[in-house]
């Protein structure tokens, strides 16, 4: 199948780090992507991996393990700007196949 | 530089109808892709363009079309509308390179009464 699959809600407080996780069941995805989506507005990009391993941008990075069909976004010193939907898309030939996304909400 | 613009930003339409909804997209990229999300869902894929070409179409039925012009700019069109068609309907552009990211408009937060 194509299912990408995310908790559907997470909380922590604010300074904290965050780990979100995304998981697969699917071959054939040529790269893993992560979007934030505050309510009301258009997912906008986070980063993204093709290889294994972990891609590191400022307070955020992400992981990769192809073979185990597993990545996750790490949110470090957390703002409550950071409360948002983290979205987790698998990008195959031409389509992104995106998850239902995790709605994050940091608290004070 | 301007980023992904789409029009109309609200429309409300009654069932039966048809609805035309308009991108353009971030200067020169090529690839249009449009995407479905209903409240408390990921984006669902509806088709991608690339040079004025359809790269891929999702499991949307037929009353679902599309285009793109020579400038890039796409339209999506939706045919004898129903209420669950009620939706944001997100346009996004691309290089179309591999694994370039996409860019998402503002979308069009669409009503079927």
């Known amino acids: 199948g194509q299912n990408i699959d995310q908790p559907t809600e997470m909380t922590a407080t604010e300074g904290a780090i965050v780990q979100i996780n995304c998981t697969y069941q699917t071959s054939g995805f040529n790269g893993l992507f992560w979007y934030q989506q505050h309510a009301g507005e258009a997912p906008t990009f986070l980063s993204y991996n093709v290889l294994d391993g972990l891609e590191e941008k400022g307070r955020f990075s992400s992981f990769l393990s192809r073979s185990k069909g597993y990545s996750y976004l790490l949110l470090k010193e957390l703002q409550m700007k950071d409360s948002a939907s983290y979205l987790c898309?698998?990008?195959?030939?031409?389509?992104?196949?995106f998850g239902t996304g995790t709605r994050l909400k940091v608290l004070a | 530089d301007a980023g992904v613009t789409q029009s109309p930003t609200h429309l409300i339409k009654t069932r039966g109808q048809q609805v035309t909804l308009r991108c353009s997209p971030i200067?020169?990229?090529?690839?249009v892709s449009w995407y479905q999300q209903v409240l408390g869902q990921g984006p669902q894929f509806i088709f991608q363009y690339y040079e004025k070409e359809e790269r891929g179409r999702g499991n949307f039925p037929d009353r679902f079309s599309a285009r793109q012009f020579p400038n890039y700019s796409s339209e999506l069109n939706v045919n004898a509308l129903l209420l669950g068609d009620s939706a944001l309907y997100l346009c996004?552009?691309?290089?179309?390179?591999?694994?370039?990211?996409?860019?998402f408009g503002n979308g069009t937060r669409l009503t079927v009464t």
């Open positions: 996004a552009s691309s290089s179309g390179q591999d694994n370039s990211p996409l860019h």
């Open positions: 898309a698998g990008l195959r030939t031409y389509k992104y196949i």
């Open positions: 200067s020169g990229h090529k690839s």
